[in-house]
């Protein structure tokens, strides 16, 4: 019987992974290209395939969440999957950070309360120090790239779990 987060294939998630071998980094980065592509079609479900992943791989499940939504970023603009192979995790993840910056170029401000200023601006350059980057567009885009790839029960848990 068909795993019920793999529609369409006789293949369940579990046998895929079990199926490919994860000798490195670059065989990794090849799976996860190939099982974003399933994601994207709706044939396996991200957070059934988050959890094998984080278990098969000893990855941060945060950092494979981000990979996998950048992944599928780029295969719904038809990229094609060798060619996201090719640019690997590093320049598709710049990629995505990116298209949420060009999205809000126009926003040239961000009002920022009295209150909270000099603790965010203390944030933005623990965070440059951190990252290597002194600059504030590089500072925000980690952020946002961060922050885009929370779900709303990742929100919420980080909000205390008390806001809805």
């Not at 094609?80 to 170029?105: D, M």
Request: positive net charge; proline residues 4%; hydrophobic residues 40%.
């Amino acid at each position: 019987m068909p795993d019920s987060n793999y529609v369409g294939g006789p293949t369940t998630p579990s046998d895929i992974l079990l199926q490919r071998i994860i000798v490195d980094e670059t065989s990794l980065w090849k799976d996860l290209v190939f099982v974003s592509e399933k994601i994207t079609k709706g044939y396996m479900n991200l957070d059934a395939t988050l959890n094998l992943f984080t278990i098969a791989t000893k990855k941060s499940p945060q950092s494979t969440k981000r990979k996998i939504q950048a992944i599928c970023y780029l295969l719904r603009q038809n990229v094609k999957p060798e060619t996201i192979i090719e640019r690997g995790p590093t320049e598709v993840l710049s990629v995505y950070a990116q298209s949420f910056s060009s999205a809000n170029e126009k926003m040239a401000m961000l009002k920022i309360p009295a209150s909270l200023k000099d603790s965010f601006l203390a944030q933005l350059d623990r965070i440059g120090a951190v990252i290597g980057n002194n600059t504030r567009q590089g500072q925000l885009e980690l952020i946002n790239s961060i922050l885009s790839g929370l779900e709303k029960e990742d929100i919420l848990h980080l909000a205390g779990g008390a806001h809805k």
